[in-house]
Every structure is written in C-alpha cells, then in structure tokens.
C-alpha cells in the first residue's frame, strides 16, 4: 500500500456456494499451503444432517403429531428442504478484512487480521440469533485470512408449517430487517449492518475504511435502480391516467377526476425528483452522465468489459449504460466494434453447466466445479452464476426450466443413464459395434474434459449425449448395424456392393446409410478419431476468429 493510504483497510463480506469440504479441507485447492492447513481455527464443526436433527427435530414431530393425512406429513426435514427449489439447506458468507498486500501472510497486519475476523466471528451469533451456525472456520493457509461461515437461517414466527422452519427471509425479519423495495430488502439491510460492524471493529483496530474502486472502474448500481424504479413507476402512472381519459368522466371517482385534472403538473414535479436525484448522482462523480441504450446482453457485456479495461466509470440500468458524457463517444465506437459470437455468453454458461452435469455428484458438488472453472457464484433468492468470460451474474432460473435447483438434481441422477447403456452394449458388442461404442465413450470423456465443444442435434433442446452432433452420428451407425444385421467389416462391404445394383429410391437411401456407416468406421480403425474431432473443432474457431 501507498503511504497514503498504510493505515486503511477494506474490508469483504460476501456470500458463496459454501464447499464445506472445501472448508474443512477434505478437499485440498491449489491455492492452500498445506503445511499451513494446521494453523486454521474451528469454530464449529457439526455435520450438516445431524444439525437439522438438532434444531428441527422437534419442531418436526410437533408439526407431524397434528397432520391427519399421512400426505402431508414430512418425515425427513432435511430432505425436504434439499428438495425445495424455496430455500436453500444452508448459506455461507466469507468475510475478510484487507488484500494480499495489506493483510498478506509477509504483511505487518497478518496477526492484527486474525484478531479483527476472530472478533468477528465471536459476535456473529450474538448479533444473529437466528442465523444457527453449524460450521465455522479461520483460513490461515491460504494468501489471506479470512471466515468460512456456513449457517441455517431459522424462523419461530410461522403461519404454516412447522413451528421452526428454514426461512432466511423470515430469519432476518424476526431480527428486526424489513424490505422497504425490491432494492432494500432484507437481505441488503443484513449485509449492510454486517459491514457497519466490519467497519466498527476495523475503526477499533485504529484503521480507517478503504472503499474499493470508489474512484475508478464503474459506479454503484444501487442508485441507478432505484432511480430506474421510480423513471417505471411515473410512466406506469402516466398510463393508467391515459386510459382514465378514455373513460365517461361520469364514471370516474373523486380521486381519478384529479389525477386526469393534474396529470401534467403531477408528472412534472415526479420527473423534477428524478431528475434531481440523477444531477445528484453526477455531482458526486464530477460528471454529468448520458444513457445509451443496449437491448442485447452480449453487447451490453462486452460494452462494460472494454470501458473496465479502459478505466471509464458507468452503470447499468437494465437495458441502458450511463457514461460519463465525456466517455459517450468512446462507448459508441465500442460498440460499434461489437463482433458477435456464435454462441451468446447465456448459451456458453448452459453449455457449461450442460457438461458439468456428466461431472457433479450432486448440486452442491456441480457449483463447487462452477467454481473451479472460474465461476462466480451468488447465493440468496436468486441464485446466480457469473462465468469468467462475463462481467454480469446471470440467474439459473433466467436459463430456463431444466437449470433450476431440482431440475439440475434430477439430471444429475440421470446423468449416468446413457453411458450406462453403451457399457452394457459392450458386453455382448462384436468386434465393429465395440469400435463404434468405445468411440462414444471417448467423445464423452472428451466433452467432459472440455476437450470439444458440445454441439447440438435439435439446438431447441438442452444438451445432453443423446442430443450430441459426434454421438449421434456415431449411434446412427449403430442402428444401420442392427437393421441389417451386419457384424463384421466383411460383411458392410458386401452390403454396399449389394446395394449398388438397387436403383430404387429406396435402394439408393440405404446405400447412402451403409457408404456413411463405411466412411465413420474406417475414420475410427484409422486411430485418432477424437483427436481429428478436436482438431477439426479448433480449425474452425480459428478460420471464425479471423471474420
């Protein structure tokens, strides 16, 4: 740090997917010093199912005792909640105070770190009674140190339902935080009390509070929205006293007659608050900011990642960028440069996800592989992902159906469905049908890894290896085998020469089957059949790079 600013730190509370292996360090990252992992400090360690036992148990029974429908009665809590695409089993938020070069482990402020997060950590129940912790830990070996608190919200207020049920809305409702709008809701007051004490125990540590990116990169979009909000509600209003208008006047009420009387002067003095709010907000920034419209995500994405790059202030407000009005230009000619891709960032992040499926043993495990692929993820109502070629968090459930919570469970249990069929046709496969399914294995094993590109048979579907370009093409030549009943290469030779003497139209669409079933064979017993795949794959990125 500069003299300037030695004696400032910042400070980070945010939420994550919340690996408790990856706490505990059953799983051990690249990023951990192991010889280290001994210094780690654990505050709670209870195994997740055993704590639903403890603190629902007998809310359970309770709540099972009065169902006279056996229906409706729950007999396991935590599976129930795991089943839930409403809540979440758990939450997790890190906490930190200070970066590498502040709080680093060669740093003056290591141990002053350890002392500010242990406060911390030590007032976290108190300040939240209903936020049950089940599994807290210190990182001590890693660039860093910093909190892993992973805890169960719980609601004793309840309408319906057990007793004490998971609710973290309604955890932090009975903790005294309320939603004044879908911008300051509960859990926005939470995280801002949380980091008014982060800031308290900072200024007790004799250090000052260091805002990052408050003079570069790009504004806070909180402002913006709730400035969006309020631009929404005044053309909702002017609307609604248009269609009044259209009405008999007989028909209207007092109330209506006064709104359609002072329709001018109301909108006037609404557009005068925004307008105040928006010269406000410039004031702050010394600048006076300008809208330029970006209906397409893509665009919108690459947009903000060149103006990052160059260092320009903005904000985003749905389908508008707000740039300095010095910068509008510089923002036009970005876009004006916008090269579209084949595939949207939103199709790529599916596509991800897609393969991960194949990989994850369960949901837990397929955000810990997001992660491990560079992912960012955000917890809370909408879960969120932010893939490392994007700027902006997208929500599963703006993916569509098949990536909500219980959705992408239900596919991972099914995931094995199809390799599982391919092996069983190995058993009994002769000698050409062993080539063939070996070769699907492999063009699994390869997407899997990332090695190719997923593409898709019916690019209305999800992907899957039964909707693969490279797969099908491959199964095709498995039921042209089963048709005809061939088995050996002898055999698909003496079928084309057979068929060659058919000039039916269908003799002729069966040689075209057995000449492609010819060609993919004898591409697969020439050897490297993935290999050429892949580098076809790479060609043609490459060839569409430089267009």
């Known amino acids: 740090m500069s003299e300037a600013n030695s004696n400032s730190q910042s400070i980070s509370f945010r939420v994550d ?13 690249k990023n951990v010093d192991a010889s280290r992992i001994s210094d780690n400090i654990t505050y709670k360690q209870v195994e997740l199912k055993e704590f639903y036992q403890q603190v629902f148990g007998a809310a359970l029974a309770e709540y099972n005792a009065v169902q006279k429908r056996a229906d409706k009665r729950i007999p396991d809590y935590y599976e129930h909640i795991k089943k839930s695409n409403k809540e979440k089993l758990f939450y997790e938020i890190i906490v930190e105070f200070g970066d590498v070069l502040s709080c680093g482990k060669s ?8 002392q500010m997060l242990d406060e911390y950590m030590r007032e976290f129940e108190k300040r939240n009674p209903n936020l049950r912790v089940f599994n807290a830990v210190m990182h001590l070996d890693e660039a860093t140190p910093h909190l892993h608190i992973d805890f169960v919200p719980v609601a004793r207020k309840t309408v319906r339902g057990l007793p004490l049920k998971n609710s973290m809305s309604g955890a932090l409702r009975e903790q005294g935080f309320s939603s004044t709008n879908r911008f300051q809701n509960e859990w926005v007051s939470w995280e801002e009390r949380e980091q008014q004490e982060m800031t308290r125990i900072l200024l007790a540590h004799g250090f000052s509070r260091d805002v990052k990116n408050d003079k570069h990169e790009y504004l806070p979009v909180d402002d913006y929205k709730k400035f969006a909000a309020q631009r929404q509600e005044i053309r909702k209003c002017n609307a ?50 300008v809208p330029i419209e970006i209906y397409s995500e893509d665009k919108l994405q690459f947009v903000t ?15 508008t960028l707000h740039v300095p009005e010095y910068a509008k230009q510089t923002a036009e000619a970005i876009l004006a440069n916008y090269q579209p891709t084949k595939l949207s960032i939103r199709d790529r992040v599916r596509l991800d996800i897609d393969r991960l499926v194949y990989l994850a043993s369960d949901f837990d495990n397929l955000i810990y592989k997001l992660l491990v692929c560079g992912y960012d993820v955000k917890h809370g109502k909408n879960f969120a992902v932010k ?4 700027d902006r968090f997208i929500r599963l459930k703006s993916l569509g159906n098949p990536y909500l919570t219980y959705m992408l469970d239900q596919r991972i249990l099914d995931s094995r469905n199809f390799t599982n069929s391919i092996q069983r046709k190995l058993k009994t496969a002769d000698c050409v049908k062993n080539e063939l399914c070996t070769t699907i294995i492999n063009i699994t094993t390869a997407v899997k890894q990332f090695r190719l590109v997923p593409k898709k048979v019916n690019p209305n579907y999800i992907y899957t ?35 060659k003497a058919d000039n039916t139209a269908e003799g002729t669409e069966k040689l075209r089957r057995i000449k492609e079933l010819i060609k993919v064979y004898e591409d697969i017993v020439d050897g490297n059949y993935i290999d050429n795949l892949v580098k076809s794959q790479n060609a043609v990125q490459k060839q569409s790079h430089k267009h």
């Open 465 to 499: 290896f039964e909707n693969d370009v490279n797969i099908d093409r491959i199964s095709r030549q498995l039921a042209t085998l089963d048709e005809f009943g061939l088995t050996s290469r002898e055999q698909i030779y003496a079928k084309a020469d057979e068929l």
């Open 387 to 390: 893939p490392p070629y994007g």
């Open 17 to 29: 997917s919340g690996i408790i292996d990856h706490n505990n360090r059953s799983i051990i990252a």
């Open 305 to 319: 990642a060149e103006l990052k790059k160059r260092g320009i202030q903005f904000a985003e407000d749905v389908t």
């Open 240 to 289: 609604h006293i248009n269609e009044l208008k259209k009405k008999n006047p007989a028909e209207l009420s007092a109330e209506e007659m006064g709104l359609v009387s002072n329709q001018n002067d109301f909108l006037r003095s609404e557009i005068t608050k925004r307008d105040e709010k928006i010269s406000s907000l410039s004031r702050k920034m010394n600048a006076a900011f």
């Open 107 to 114: 740093s003056d402020n290591w141990n002053t770190a350890k």
